[in-house]
């Protein structure tokens, strides 16, 4: 996945926060190392795991100092191995110490959740639907992990709320009926904005239709409520498969004729992936 697929400057914003949470006033241990004396230092991959965070990395080191250089061996959204070198990593040795940890943060993180969201992807298969993120990201690494995403393959379904329409049951409940909110998302929303409803039944799923949603989304249903969903739609709206999916049973919903499903656990159970950074001085 070219970088040129996100925001440099939302990279440095996120890499600015992280640089100053950690480093502060100054690197204190680092100021040990005599300032001109240079180094190298090699990222190697200790699993298999899919690579993301590569703007990140950089920009940990790139913001501390323009002069370091990085040779990069794998791309964002590659597959790698263990004991696979991932990059090579050239300046001053001060530097080098003082952005491993945040680099390594980023990109220990990022590839975590490409690596678990391209499990999702390679367990739909040949089946034609997509997958997507949600909202649930870790706070303020949201652009970041949406990205991971699209390495591995899969969609980022609304950013934020500002960009998508999602009626769910607390809204419904608001507005008074599924209809009711539907029609004042039309009347407040721009008009290029689909309008996407939450039911939870199949007689949420008729009232869904009945006012026009742009998309459905099925919370929690069985494979064979989910069929009926998909009979019941005909065609109408796209439909959204959410809740309690797995793994195990993605597939068996996916086979159900749904055109998305959403999963939450990809980066909000994220499992860091293990990379070490060796630095020869």
Same mark, same amino acid.
């Given at each position: 996945?070219?970088?040129?697929?996100?925001?440099? %400057?939302?990279?440095?914003?996120?890499?600015?926060?992280?640089?100053?949470?950690?480093?502060?006033?100054?690197?204190?241990?680092?100021?040990?190392?005599?300032?001109?004396?240079?180094?190298?230092?090699?990222?190697?991959?200790?699993? %298999?795991?899919?690579?993301?965070?590569?703007?990140?990395?950089?920009?940990?080191?790139?913001?501390?100092?323009?002069?370091?250089?990085?040779?990069?061996?794998?791309?964002?959204?590659?597959?790698?191995?263990?004991?696979?070198?991932?990059?090579?990593?050239?300046?001053?040795?001060?530097?080098?110490?003082?952005?491993?940890?945040?680099?390594?943060?980023?990109?220990?993180?990022?590839?975590?959740?490409?690596?678990?969201?391209?499990?999702?992807?390679?367990?739909?298969?040949?089946?034609?639907?997509?997958?997507?993120?949600?909202?649930?990201?870790?706070?303020?690494?949201?652009?970041?992990?949406?990205?991971?995403?699209?390495?591995?393959?899969?969609?980022?379904?609304?950013?934020?709320?500002?960009?998508?329409?999602?009626?769910?049951?607390? %809204?419904?409940?608001?507005?008074?009926?599924?209809?009711?909110?539907?029609?004042?998302?039309?009347? %407040?929303?721009?008009?290029?904005?689909?309008?996407?409803?939450?039911?939870?039944?199949?007689?949420?799923?008729?009232?869904?239709?009945?006012?026009?949603?742009?998309?459905?989304?099925?919370?929690?249903?069985?494979?064979?409520?989910?069929?009926?969903?998909?009979?019941?739609?005909?065609?109408?709206?796209?439909?959204?498969?959410?809740?309690?999916?797995?793994?195990?049973?993605?597939?068996?919903?996916?086979?159900?004729?749904?055109?998305?499903?959403?999963?939450?656990?990809?980066?909000?159970?994220?499992?860091?992936?293990?990379?070490?950074?060796?630095?020869?001085?």
């Amino acid at each position: 996945m070219p970088s040129n697929d996100i925001a440099i %400057h939302d990279v440095r914003e996120d890499v600015r926060r992280a640089l100053q949470e950690d480093v502060g006033g100054g690197d204190i241990t680092a100021a040990l190392i005599d300032t001109d004396r240079q180094a190298e230092a090699t990222v190697i991959s200790r699993e %298999h795991a899919v690579l993301c965070g590569r703007p990140w990395f950089e920009q940990a080191f790139l913001l501390l100092d323009q002069s370091v250089r990085i040779a990069w061996r794998a791309q964002d959204g590659d597959s790698v191995e263990p004991n696979q070198i991932l990059c090579v990593v050239y300046g001053p040795a001060r530097v080098l110490l003082t952005g491993e940890r945040t680099a390594l943060n980023f990109l220990q993180t990022l590839s975590g959740t490409a690596t678990a969201a391209r499990r999702y992807v390679e367990a739909l298969g040949d089946s034609g639907v997509e997958l997507l993120d949600t909202r649930k990201t870790i706070p303020g690494l949201r652009q970041a992990q949406k990205y991971a995403v699209r390495c591995a393959g899969g969609r980022n379904h609304r950013m934020g709320l500002y960009d998508g329409v999602l009626i769910k049951e607390n %809204h419904i409940a608001a507005a008074g009926s599924i209809g009711r909110a539907v029609d004042q998302a039309r009347h %407040h929303a721009p008009r290029d904005i689909p309008v996407e409803v939450e039911v939870e039944d199949l007689q949420q799923l008729h009232e869904a239709l009945a006012a026009g949603a742009d998309i459905v989304l099925l919370d929690n249903m069985e494979p064979d409520l989910l069929r009926q969903a998909v009979a019941i739609n005909n065609g109408r709206s796209r439909l959204e498969a959410s809740g309690g999916i797995t793994l195990d049973n993605i597939r068996a919903v996916a086979d159900t004729g749904v055109d998305y499903i959403s999963i939450g656990a990809i980066t909000k159970h994220v499992r860091a992936v293990d990379l070490s950074m060796r630095i020869v001085i």
